[in-house]
């Protein structure tokens, strides 16, 4: 008895030795995971990059700055254009260098996102400069981001990035580039188009993972700090004459009450000039509304031999114009009043025409008016009543 089970203790010791040692085996087939000597482990380059920030943060020295300047002078402003000369029908173009200044370090990508006044400027071109020497990761075999401009938005955005190595499964190891002085981030060419002075700014927002928004980023996709300075475009011209239209506004007195659909106005140009060439979305009136795209008409409605040009406004904008502007100067209780409408626009080649016509307003209704008024509105009333009743809606009314 004591021998049986002297035996079976003696098989399960065995198979407990066995069981350990086929363990221990098992363990030591495994693979042991390495990263290769000339990698930096992905936690070395995380803790020397945040000890550099930290250090950077508390030594506040961060600087770094994010510059646009002409791509000829390097200057951060550019005049274009000269008083004594018209501008040219093309505007005037210029190259922009977007740089990147300072001491960075783990740089793996960036977004730039110019935002330009479109009414002074457009876009007409933007890239990554992969081929130039002074290119941030020239050299580096980047991946280009998409090139966006959005001429209607005001905005231009482009971005590159570093590769990242997946030497072993699920490690991955970011390329990034350590830079200091100035080095080449994108090159943008715009075109000036109108007189005045505007700004190129970096666009920045609050939220970081906003697509519109400027950021280098680290090997762990974390944002480095920078600041920006913005970029001045002026661009002088000699102003080209207005040319003098003569203007007929129709109706010739406008009730605020009234519900016509338009306010017709006729344009005729002096010698010289014709009518054709208006360019008709040019057109405001008092430089508020617009006129609309159609109906137009080319005649002559006054029968003088002068070709007029017929456009409208939308008469509910138009009231609403002169309501607003009767308010302000508090006229209210005289029930009438004359009121000048200038009339601006542009020729196709851009040359401006303006003209004036003065019409009498309206919105005090005659005492008979507005009891008839009154009728008409009591009787409007009564119809839709009955309608109401005879339609589906007829339980609503209790
Ligand atoms: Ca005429």
Redesign the pocket.
């Given at each position: 008895m004591r021998r049986a089970v002297s035996r079976v203790m003696q098989t399960l010791f065995f198979v407990g030795v066995l069981t350990l040692a086929f363990n221990v085996q098992l363990v030591k087939v495994e693979p042991e995971l390495t990263s290769p000597d000339h990698y930096p482990a992905f936690q070395d380059v995380l803790n020397a990059n945040e000890q550099t920030t930290r250090l950077a943060l508390e030594t506040n020295l961060i600087t770094r700055t994010i510059r646009i300047i002409d791509a000829k002078t390097g200057l951060d402003s550019i005049t274009l254009g000269s008083p004594t000369e018209p501008m040219p029908s093309g505007g005037y173009p210029f190259t922009v260098n977007v740089t990147l200044n300072g001491t960075t370090d783990f740089l793996h990508s960036f977004q730039i996102v110019v935002e330009f006044n479109k009414t002074k400027v457009k876009c007409t071109a933007a890239w990554i400069p992969r081929d130039d020497p002074n290119f941030v990761f020239y050299g580096e075999s980047p991946l280009m981001g998409s090139v966006g401009v959005y001429n209607a938005l005001g905005l231009a955005i482009l971005g590159s990035s570093l590769s990242s190595d997946y030497v072993v499964p699920d490690h991955e190891v970011p390329h990034y580039v350590n830079v200091s002085g100035e080095k080449l981030l994108c090159q943008i060419n715009f075109t000036a188009i109108e007189t005045g002075i505007s700004a190129l700014e970096i666009l920045t927002t609050e939220e970081p993972t906003d697509p519109w928004n400027t950021t280098l980023l680290d090997t762990n996709n974390l944002p480095i700090d920078f600041i920006s300075e913005r970029f001045l475009v002026t661009v002088v011209a000699l102003k080209p004459p207005v040319v003098k239209a003569c203007i007929r506004i129709q109706p010739r007195v406008l009730n605020l009450r009234s519900r016509g659909r338009w306010i017709t106005c006729?344009i005729?140009l002096p010698e010289g000039y014709d009518v054709a060439d208006i360019n008709v979305s040019s057109i405001t009136l008092d430089n508020i509304v617009p006129a609309e795209p159609r109906p137009i008409a080319i005649?002559?409605?006054?029968?003088?031999?002068?070709?007029?040009l017929m456009v409208k406004f939308d008469r509910a904008q138009v009231k609403s114009y002169i309501r607003s502007k009767i308010y302000t100067i508090q006229r209210l209780r005289k029930g009438f009043m004359t009121l000048t409408l200038t009339i601006t626009g542009k020729l196709n080649d851009g040359t401006p025409f303006e003209g004036s016509d003065t019409i009498k307003i309206i919105w005090r209704m005659p005492k008979w008016w507005r009891f008839l008024n009154l009728l008409s509105s009591a009787f409007d009333r009564k119809t839709r009543l009955r309608v109401t009743l005879n339609g589906f809606e007829k339980y609503r009314l209790g």
């Open positions: 006729y005729e005649g002559d409605y006054d029968f003088d031999g002068i070709p007029d």
